[in-house]
Protein backbone atom coordinates (compact mmCIF):
# COMPACT_ATOMS: atom_id res chain seq x y z
CA UNK A 1 0.00 0.00 0.00
CA UNK A 2 1.10 3.64 -0.71
CA UNK A 3 2.33 5.21 2.37
CA UNK A 4 -0.59 8.18 2.89
CA UNK A 5 -1.73 9.16 5.72
CA UNK A 6 -4.93 11.33 7.13
CA UNK A 7 -5.45 12.56 10.15
CA UNK A 8 -7.67 12.71 11.64
CA UNK A 9 -10.05 9.82 10.03
CA UNK A 10 -13.27 11.11 11.88
CA UNK A 11 -14.22 14.57 12.81
CA UNK A 12 -17.09 16.58 14.24
CA UNK A 13 -17.14 20.42 14.72
CA UNK A 14 -19.15 22.99 14.84
CA UNK A 15 -20.63 25.54 12.47
CA UNK A 16 -18.08 28.54 12.04
CA UNK A 17 -15.22 26.68 12.95
CA UNK A 18 -11.97 26.66 11.40
CA UNK A 19 -10.99 23.24 10.53
CA UNK A 20 -7.47 21.49 9.02
CA UNK A 21 -7.27 18.32 7.64
CA UNK A 22 -4.10 16.52 7.38
CA UNK A 23 -2.95 14.30 4.46
CA UNK A 24 0.85 13.13 4.83
CA UNK A 25 2.79 10.96 2.72
CA UNK A 26 6.11 8.33 2.53
CA UNK A 27 6.25 8.06 -1.32
CA UNK A 28 7.91 11.35 -2.47
CA UNK A 29 5.29 11.96 -5.16
CA UNK A 30 4.94 15.29 -6.53
CA UNK A 31 1.11 15.80 -7.28
CA UNK A 32 -1.35 15.81 -4.15
CA UNK A 33 -5.14 16.18 -4.38
CA UNK A 34 -7.59 16.95 -2.27
CA UNK A 35 -10.88 15.32 -3.04
CA UNK A 36 -14.35 15.42 -1.05
CA UNK A 37 -16.87 12.31 -1.96
CA UNK A 38 -20.96 13.22 -1.39
CA UNK A 39 -23.52 10.28 -2.55
CA UNK A 40 -24.48 10.83 -5.91
CA UNK A 41 -21.47 13.42 -6.84
CA UNK A 42 -18.30 11.23 -7.22
CA UNK A 43 -15.07 12.34 -6.02
CA UNK A 44 -14.94 16.54 -6.95
CA UNK A 45 -11.80 17.74 -6.51
CA UNK A 46 -11.06 20.89 -4.31
CA UNK A 47 -7.71 21.63 -4.40
CA UNK A 48 -4.26 20.32 -5.74
CA UNK A 49 -0.57 20.92 -5.47
CA UNK A 50 2.12 20.24 -8.18
CA UNK A 51 4.93 20.95 -6.02
CA UNK A 52 6.37 22.81 -2.68
CA UNK A 53 4.18 25.86 -2.68
CA UNK A 54 2.43 25.17 -5.30
CA UNK A 55 -0.94 24.64 -5.28
CA UNK A 56 -4.14 25.38 -7.57
CA UNK A 57 -8.04 25.20 -7.07
CA UNK A 58 -10.01 22.41 -8.09
CA UNK A 59 -14.05 22.22 -8.89
CA UNK A 60 -15.34 22.83 -5.46
CA UNK A 61 -12.76 24.93 -3.73
CA UNK A 62 -14.82 27.78 -2.48
CA UNK A 63 -14.82 27.57 1.41
CA UNK A 64 -11.33 25.56 1.45
CA UNK A 65 -7.90 26.55 1.29
CA UNK A 66 -4.82 24.40 1.38
CA UNK A 67 -0.88 24.78 2.33
CA UNK A 68 2.02 22.50 1.40
CA UNK A 69 5.07 24.11 2.87
CA UNK A 70 6.66 20.41 2.24
CA UNK A 71 6.94 17.41 -0.21
CA UNK A 72 5.08 14.91 2.57
CA UNK A 73 2.16 17.16 3.83
CA UNK A 74 -0.64 18.62 1.97
CA UNK A 75 -3.15 20.40 4.73
CA UNK A 76 -6.60 21.46 3.92
CA UNK A 77 -8.16 24.22 5.73
CA UNK A 78 -12.02 24.76 6.12
CA UNK A 79 -12.01 28.75 7.26
CA UNK A 80 -14.99 28.98 8.87
CA UNK A 81 -17.00 25.15 8.46
CA UNK A 82 -20.41 25.16 7.16
CA UNK A 83 -23.02 22.30 7.22
CA UNK A 84 -22.71 22.04 3.34
CA UNK A 85 -18.97 21.17 3.87
CA UNK A 86 -19.99 17.57 6.08
CA UNK A 87 -18.25 14.93 3.98
CA UNK A 88 -16.14 12.15 3.46
CA UNK A 89 -12.09 13.68 2.14
CA UNK A 90 -9.93 12.30 0.32
CA UNK A 91 -6.20 13.10 -0.01
CA UNK A 92 -4.25 10.80 -2.81
CA UNK A 93 -1.14 11.54 -4.40
CA UNK A 94 0.50 10.95 -8.12
CA UNK A 95 4.13 10.41 -9.37
CA UNK A 96 3.54 12.00 -13.00
CA UNK A 97 0.99 12.48 -15.58
CA UNK A 98 0.99 8.72 -16.18
CA UNK A 99 0.52 7.10 -12.99
CA UNK A 100 -2.08 6.02 -11.11
CA UNK A 101 -3.40 8.34 -7.98
CA UNK A 102 -3.22 6.12 -4.85
CA UNK A 103 -6.16 7.48 -1.59
CA UNK A 104 -5.98 7.77 1.43
CA UNK A 105 -8.45 5.79 4.03
CA UNK A 106 -10.63 8.99 4.01
CA UNK A 107 -11.97 11.84 6.92
CA UNK A 108 -15.56 11.67 7.49
CA UNK A 109 -15.67 15.15 8.40
CA UNK A 110 -19.24 16.16 10.43
CA UNK A 111 -20.13 20.11 10.63
CA UNK A 112 -22.65 20.22 12.96
CA UNK B 1 -16.14 21.31 -18.68
CA UNK B 2 -16.03 17.42 -19.33
CA UNK B 3 -18.68 15.61 -17.64
CA UNK B 4 -18.96 12.00 -16.69
CA UNK B 5 -21.43 10.08 -16.31
CA UNK B 6 -22.06 6.35 -15.36
CA UNK B 7 -24.81 3.81 -15.18
CA UNK B 8 -26.35 2.34 -13.00
CA UNK B 9 -26.27 4.70 -10.69
CA UNK B 10 -26.97 1.64 -8.31
CA UNK B 11 -27.12 -2.55 -9.08
CA UNK B 12 -27.99 -5.16 -6.73
CA UNK B 13 -27.36 -8.53 -8.08
CA UNK B 14 -26.84 -12.47 -6.74
CA UNK B 15 -23.60 -14.06 -6.50
CA UNK B 16 -22.41 -16.10 -9.87
CA UNK B 17 -24.82 -13.29 -12.26
CA UNK B 18 -23.11 -11.51 -14.73
CA UNK B 19 -23.45 -7.46 -14.83
CA UNK B 20 -22.08 -4.49 -16.86
CA UNK B 21 -21.60 -0.64 -15.95
CA UNK B 22 -21.04 2.07 -18.21
CA UNK B 23 -19.04 5.12 -18.49
CA UNK B 24 -19.66 7.79 -20.34
CA UNK B 25 -18.35 11.31 -21.38
CA UNK B 26 -19.23 14.96 -23.17
CA UNK B 27 -15.50 14.96 -24.70
CA UNK B 28 -13.23 12.26 -25.51
CA UNK B 29 -11.59 10.40 -22.74
CA UNK B 30 -7.75 11.66 -22.71
CA UNK B 31 -6.85 8.33 -20.45
CA UNK B 32 -9.57 6.51 -18.97
CA UNK B 33 -9.59 4.49 -15.67
CA UNK B 34 -11.87 2.28 -13.69
CA UNK B 35 -11.18 2.59 -9.71
CA UNK B 36 -12.87 0.42 -7.27
CA UNK B 37 -13.83 1.57 -4.15
CA UNK B 38 -14.61 -0.57 -0.71
CA UNK B 39 -16.83 0.69 1.97
CA UNK B 40 -14.71 2.69 4.12
CA UNK B 41 -11.70 2.71 1.77
CA UNK B 42 -10.48 5.10 -0.73
CA UNK B 43 -11.02 4.39 -4.04
CA UNK B 44 -8.19 1.87 -6.02
CA UNK B 45 -7.06 2.03 -9.28
CA UNK B 46 -8.01 -1.26 -11.46
CA UNK B 47 -7.38 -0.55 -14.76
CA UNK B 48 -6.07 2.22 -17.25
CA UNK B 49 -7.06 2.07 -21.43
CA UNK B 50 -5.68 4.77 -23.67
CA UNK B 51 -6.70 3.62 -27.33
CA UNK B 52 -9.56 3.59 -28.72
CA UNK B 53 -11.47 -0.05 -29.07
CA UNK B 54 -8.91 -1.47 -26.07
CA UNK B 55 -9.92 -4.62 -24.00
CA UNK B 56 -8.05 -5.75 -21.07
CA UNK B 57 -9.55 -8.16 -18.88
CA UNK B 58 -8.11 -8.50 -15.24
CA UNK B 59 -9.60 -12.13 -13.60
CA UNK B 60 -13.27 -11.62 -14.13
CA UNK B 61 -13.30 -8.28 -14.84
CA UNK B 62 -13.43 -7.11 -18.73
CA UNK B 63 -13.16 -3.10 -19.78
CA UNK B 64 -13.90 -1.62 -23.15
CA UNK B 65 -13.06 1.21 -24.41
CA UNK B 66 -15.44 2.96 -27.10
CA UNK B 67 -13.67 3.23 -30.49
CA UNK B 68 -14.40 6.87 -30.06
CA UNK B 69 -13.15 6.90 -26.40
CA UNK B 70 -16.31 8.71 -25.67
CA UNK B 71 -17.35 5.80 -23.85
CA UNK B 72 -16.49 2.47 -21.47
CA UNK B 73 -18.19 0.06 -20.16
CA UNK B 74 -17.19 -2.32 -17.37
CA UNK B 75 -18.23 -6.01 -17.63
CA UNK B 76 -18.04 -8.69 -14.64
CA UNK B 77 -18.53 -12.45 -15.22
CA UNK B 78 -20.06 -14.34 -12.16
CA UNK B 79 -19.66 -11.81 -10.01
CA UNK B 80 -18.90 -12.13 -6.22
CA UNK B 81 -19.68 -10.81 -2.69
CA UNK B 82 -15.93 -9.35 -2.85
CA UNK B 83 -17.36 -7.28 -6.06
CA UNK B 84 -19.29 -5.31 -4.03
CA UNK B 85 -18.54 -1.52 -4.14
CA UNK B 86 -18.44 1.76 -5.79
CA UNK B 87 -17.32 1.48 -9.45
CA UNK B 88 -15.85 4.95 -10.38
CA UNK B 89 -14.70 5.76 -14.04
CA UNK B 90 -12.27 8.82 -14.28
CA UNK B 91 -10.19 10.50 -17.25
CA UNK B 92 -6.52 11.87 -16.57
CA UNK B 93 -6.92 14.85 -19.38
CA UNK B 94 -3.54 15.96 -20.86
CA UNK B 95 -3.27 19.40 -19.78
CA UNK B 96 -0.97 20.95 -16.84
CA UNK B 97 -1.03 19.58 -13.75
CA UNK B 98 -2.20 16.17 -13.80
CA UNK B 99 -6.21 16.64 -12.64
CA UNK B 100 -8.22 13.39 -12.60
CA UNK B 101 -11.68 14.43 -13.17
CA UNK B 102 -14.01 10.94 -11.44
CA UNK B 103 -17.67 9.96 -12.65
CA UNK B 104 -20.25 9.73 -10.14
CA UNK B 105 -19.72 6.11 -9.56
CA UNK B 106 -21.63 3.16 -9.87
CA UNK B 107 -22.86 1.45 -6.63
CA UNK B 108 -22.44 -2.97 -6.95
CA UNK B 109 -23.97 -4.89 -4.17
CA UNK B 110 -23.66 -8.65 -4.78
CA UNK B 111 -26.00 -10.41 -3.03
CA UNK B 112 -24.61 -14.09 -1.57
Known amino acids: DAGITQSPRHKVTETGTPVTLRCHQT?????MYWYRQDPGHGLRLIHYSYGVKDTDKGEVSDGYSVSRSKTEDFLLTLESATSSQTSVYFC???????????FGQGTRLTVV | TQLLEQSPQFLSIQEGENLTVYCNSSSVFSSLQWYRQEPGEGPVLLVT?????EVKKLKRLTFQFGDARKDSSLHITAAQPGDTGLYLC????????????FGPGTSLSVIP
Open chain 1, 92 to 102: AISDSLNTEAF
Open chain 2, 90 to 101: ADKPKTSYDKVI
Open chain 2, 49 to 53: VVTGG
Open chain 1, 27 to 31: ENHRY
